[in-house]
């Protein structure tokens, strides 16, 4: 089994591409999917979060908006939800890659938008890195509702540089061209991924997930 990761700055188009991969029969796992579920009522990080930031919790469930408003501006405030909430994640992508492996999945891709940041990339048979021209970036980005300019600069100052990212990508998905074209990279990724003499050049760095 094969497993991948995805990933790219904020607006790049990660989410548009992980669905196009599972599009093509690949198991996709959606961090941010499983941190909407550990943050809805009776999810595991309600009780957690509700110790160290009671005014982020309504209604038996986490608001996102007040808990981003209760680490705004405070580095350790975000270390302790990270310390609370990544853990969470981490064994929810374990159980998943688990259960694929289990069910007989040729590809497994882990969506992770701060894979390189937090090293999740060293255990894994690729990188996938999902991209587009700045002018693009930052256009879809300040279409969001609610986003600003300063807004963007503080989520971008967590991210290594899409540049970075590229550099060390396995493959890169390019969404500035395209669905379309989108569509076909994914496609030719995973030819080659599945390709019986295909070997992830990651094996030599750490232990891999691969069983070709």
Same mark, same amino acid.
């Given at each position: ?14 989410? =548009?591409?992980?669905?196009?991969? %599972? ?9 941010? #999917? =499983? ?15 509700? %110790? ?12 996102? #908006?007040?808990? %981003?408003? %209760? ?25 998943? =890659? ?8 040729? @590809? ?77 990279? @994914? ?5 080659? @991924? ?19």
């Amino acid at each position: 089994m094969i497993v991948l990761g995805l990933t790219g700055s904020i607006g790049m188009g990660k989410s =548009t591409t992980a669905r196009m991969f %599972a599009d093509e029969g690949a198991w996709v796992h959606d961090a941010d #999917q =499983t941190v909407h579920r550990l943050y809805a009522q009776g999810g595991e990080a309600v009780g957690p979060v509700s %110790a160290i930031f009671p005014e982020a919790v309504k209604k038996g469930a986490v608001d996102r #908006q007040a808990l %981003a408003a %209760a680490v705004a501006g405070d580095p350790e405030a975000l270390k302790r939800l990270e310390a609370i909430v990544h853990p969470l994640v981490a064994r929810s992508r374990v159980a998943f =890659t688990d259960a694929a492996r289990e069910a007989g999945a040729a @590809v497994v891709v882990l969506d992770v938008p701060l894979l390189f940041e937090t090293g999740g990339d060293l255990a894994l048979d690729a990188v996938v890195v999902v991209s587009a021209p700045a002018e693009t970036h930052r256009r879809r980005v300040l279409e969001r509702p609610g986003m600003t300019p300063d807004r963007l600069a503080t989520l971008l100052a967590r991210q290594i540089p899409d540049a970075d990212k590229r550099a060390r990508a396995d493959f890169i998905v390019e969404t500035g061209e395209g669905l379309d074209r989108a569509r076909v990279q @994914v496609r030719q990724i995973l030819s080659v @991924v599945k390709d019986p003499d295909w070997r992830s050049r990651r094996a030599l760095a750490g232990p891999g997930e691969a069983s070709h």
